[in-house]
């Protein structure tokens, strides 16, 4: 029985060690990753967004919104951006499942008018050396978005140039882009109809 | 054999008993991260310190442990070790965290680790499972890194791509560009790349294995290779 207590008590002092273990690197590593992070996803967003300076932080007033046009069920998060006090720009996260592999997630900047600043790709699992073009550290295919709007592209220029589209593929994979490609579609006309709901406060 | 037991230790870590190539042991992130060489430094490192801790504390340990909770032990040594690690590394090299995604947290069920802790540092003395630990953790840390470089290289021209993530920004110049991704094998970069390049380094492995025999002792060779 004493061995029994004595084996407890060890197997105690193993798990409160490293409990105090994982405190202390916790609180010393907290602080740095949360910066991390949140610089991280301003710079991201700065990216997408306008000349500043603004009347808000974007990050401080993101509001979640949940929307099937985004390609979410969840809802998911909507950064605005006010020029004296009024609507400026806005950054969508838009994602599809439409693709090769999964869910593509993407940042998309919009000027209040609904022309697309900047699109960005925040996490895909397409296949690497075809379908990971859409990165911007990989190709600046993305880009060719920049400065497209409703008005500038008509509803059957939104596919790839293959099929009819305005937009290039990338040799061997037309799946991946084209369903980038619907995705923005589906969320700047969205943004069209319901843009009162992105810059509510 | 006249070695010390360290030599000992060091050549069957590299070498004779390396972990990945003739223990076969962790495979599973081994073929899933090494699709560059950046990565493969970042997880063999990260492999590395946590044999390390797991083998000191597992062998410091030894007299205080008994059968009932030793295994349960190991585990948590194991756990707490990649936990630090990984946060270490999300607040440090955030980047890099990223790349590694989940294959850093699956190094807690790696079972070169546990295996290691088990077979060597729960008999032997502290000194003996520090030397095995980093024997053993160098010998994962080459192969990783070499199957890393040849499936870049193969699948897209690079060497030492993404070096930025690991070493800083100002290392991005230190990425070599052997030909355009274009002309690229995608299929290395593939899981059946690696498993295809595994099996290409087993197999250079015990061929020259075999040369040491056949340059040693022909007969032996022979009949070897005819039974």
């Keep these: ?201 | 054999m006249s070695d010390s037991p360290f030599t000992q230790l060091w050549r069957s870590g590299l070498w004779t008993d390396n972990p990945a190539l003739v223990k076969l042991l962790g495979l599973c992130p081994l073929l899933a991260v090494s699709n560059n060489a950046v990565n493969g430094i970042g997880l063999g490192i990260a492999t590395l310190l946590t044999l390390l801790v797991a083998n000191t504390l597992t062998s410091m340990l030894r007299p205080i442990l008994d059968n009932a909770i030793r295994i349960p032990v190991y585990v948590l040594i194991i756990a707490t070790a990649v936990t630090v690690i990984e946060l270490t590394m999300k607040a440090w090299l955030p980047g890099l965290h990223a790349s590694l995604g989940i294959f850093l947290p699956l190094i807690v069920t790696n079972c070169l680790i546990i295996g290691r802790a088990e077979a060597f540092a729960s008999r032997n003395p502290v000194r003996d499972s520090v030397h095995d630990a980093l024997a053993m953790g160098t010998g994962f840390l080459w192969v990783l890194v070499v199957l890393g470089s040849i499936r870049e290289m193969v699948g897209q021209g690079t060497l030492l791509d993404d070096v930025e993530l690991l070493l800083g920004e100002h290392t991005r110049s230190w990425t070599i560009q052997l030909f355009d991704a274009d002309y690229g094998m995608l299929v290395a970069l593939l899981p059946p790349g690696a498993f295809f390049t595994l099996g290409i380094l087993l197999a250079l492995k015990n061929c020259s294995d075999q040369s040491t025999v056949l340059m040693k002792e022909p007969l032996r060779w022979l009949r070897r290779s005819f039974s």
């Design chain 1, 1 to 201: 029985m004493n061995r029994w207590i004595r084996t407890g008590l060890i197997l105690g002092a193993c798990v409160m060690s490293a409990i105090a273990v994982l405190v202390l690197v916790h609180s010393l590593t907290q602080k740095r990753i949360e910066n991390t992070q949140q610089k991280w996803l301003s710079d991201s967003l700065y990216a997408l967004l306008p000349e500043g300076p603004f009347d808000n932080n974007p990050i401080a007033t993101v509001k979640w919104l949940s929307v099937a046009e985004l390609g979410s069920s969840d809802p998911v998060p909507v950064y605005t951006v006010y020029q004296n006090q009024t609507p400026y720009a806005a950054v969508l996260t838009v994602s599809t499942h439409d693709g090769y592999n999964g869910e593509i997630q993407l940042l998309l900047g919009l000027n209040f008018n609904g022309t697309i600043i900047g699109a960005r790709v925040t996490h895909h699992s397409e296949t690497p050396g075809l379908g990971d073009d859409i990165e911007l550290r990989r190709s600046d295919w993305i880009t060719g978005f920049n400065k497209v709007s409703l008005s500038t592209t008509g509803n059957n220029d939104w596919t790839v140039k293959q099929a009819g589209g305005k937009f290039d593929a990338f040799t061997g994979a037309t799946i991946t882009p084209r369903a980038v490609i619907q995705a923005i579609h589906r969320a700047l006309q969205w943004y069209e109809v319901n843009r009162h709901l992105v810059f509510t406060t």
